[in-house]
């Protein structure tokens, strides 16, 4: 298509053109995307009406108004774009070393685990549970190890209250005037169960210094210590809050023995 343009002073005449990009997948081509070219030809005239008549003259075609793209051009470019082009289908590898191949034909559970994770990828997802039975979706749909979900179950009866936990440490993280007020009154502290499953065995093995967990600890009236630069909270008349046992109730502490 001929256009004209307007550089700095003389009116000049270019060519619009589009040329199809593709990709080769799997020995076939898909359009990928387009270039764009704008090619200058010459100067018209410093005068729209004698440039347009020049244009016609040079083209044979009736002349357009000013191009404004093109304003302020004296030089041939091109871009390239490929917005609104789907090379890959969804059941196909968008990028790695399996690019273009079929997700659902894939047996490399580490790969499908990494792509998984790196595009949110519902059918390498998908594929991997059904390659690796040590994967598996989660309630919410996440993508979760049989091992990681074995040990979410314990630390979901550790918060409903169900287990009885023991202080390896004492609290940590305890912010008196948080910057978000959701922080308010929260306190991380360490705990080890003794196990009476298998689920619960997995849960010590995973965490063999205690599992951190998050509490409320604004009924507790916390007191600020530090021991050798380290600064740690104890439950104020409380040297240490270690080897305390207590359950999580409605996400608060309750000491069962103190010691």
Same mark, same amino acid.
């Given at each position: 298509?001929?256009?004209?343009?307007?550089?700095?002073?003389? =009116?000049?005449?270019?060519? !619009?053109? $589009?040329?199809?990009? =593709?990709?080769?997948?799997?020995?076939?081509?898909?359009?990928?995307?387009?270039?764009?070219?704008?090619? #200058? #030809?010459?100067?018209?005239? @410093?005068?729209?009406?004698?440039?347009?008549?020049?244009?016609?003259? !040079?083209?044979?075609?009736?002349?357009?108004?000013?191009?404004?793209?093109?304003?302020?051009?004296?030089?041939?470019? /091109?871009?390239? @774009? /490929?917005?609104?082009?789907?090379?890959?289908?969804?059941?196909?590898?968008?990028?790695?070393? =399996?690019?273009?191949? +079929?997700?659902?034909? /894939?047996?490399?559970?580490? #790969? !499908?685990s990494w792509y998984a994770?790196?595009?949110?990828?519902?059918?390498?997802? +998908?594929?991997?549970?059904?390659?690796?039975?040590?994967?598996? !979706?989660?309630?919410?749909?996440?993508?979760?190890?049989?091992?990681?979900?074995?040990? &979410? /179950?314990?630390?979901?009866?550790?918060?409903?209250?169900?287990?009885?936990?023991?202080?390896?440490?004492?609290? +940590?993280?305890?912010?008196?005037?948080?910057? =978000? +007020?959701?922080?308010?009154?929260?306190?991380?502290?360490?705990?080890?169960?003794?196990?009476?499953?298998?689920?619960?065995?997995?849960?010590?093995?995973d965490n063999p210094y205690?599992?951190?967990? &998050?509490?409320? $600890?604004?009924?507790?009236?916390?007191?600020? &210590?530090?021991?050798?630069?380290?600064? #740690?909270?104890?439950?104020?008349?409380?040297?240490?809050?270690?080897k305390e046992v207590f359950?999580?109730?409605?996400?608060?502490?309750?000491?069962?023995?103190?010691?």
């Open positions: 298509m001929k256009a004209i343009g307007f550089a700095n002073k003389f =009116y000049t005449l270019w060519d !619009l053109s $589009v040329e199809p990009l =593709y990709t080769e997948v799997n020995g076939q081509h898909r359009q990928s995307g387009e270039k764009h070219n704008r090619t #200058y #030809y010459q100067n018209l005239s @410093t005068d729209l009406d004698k440039a347009q008549a020049r244009f016609t003259e !040079l083209t044979g075609l009736s002349a357009p108004s000013p191009h404004e793209d093109l304003r302020g051009h004296t030089r041939s470019w /091109s871009t390239t @774009t /490929s917005q609104g082009f789907q090379v890959y289908l969804d059941d196909e590898f968008k990028f790695g070393k =399996y690019i273009g191949e +079929k997700i659902t034909e /894939s047996t490399d559970a580490d #790969y !499908l994770q790196q595009d949110d990828c519902e059918v390498a997802t +998908k594929r991997l549970c059904e390659v690796d039975t040590n994967y598996l !979706l989660d309630e919410n749909g996440r993508l979760t190890t049989v091992k990681a979900n074995r040990i &979410k /179950s314990v630390f979901t009866e550790i918060y409903q209250g169900n287990l009885e936990v023991t202080a390896v440490s004492n609290f +940590k993280g305890y912010d008196q005037d948080p910057e =978000y +007020k959701e922080e308010r009154g929260i306190a991380w502290v360490n705990v080890t169960i003794d196990p009476t499953n298998e689920d619960e065995e997995l849960f010590c093995e205690g599992a951190q967990i &998050k509490v409320d $600890v604004t009924d507790l009236n916390l007191q600020r &210590k530090h021991f050798r630069g380290h600064e #740690y909270f104890t439950p104020k008349g409380m040297r240490s809050f270690k359950t999580v109730v409605n996400n608060k502490p309750v000491i069962l023995l103190q010691n």
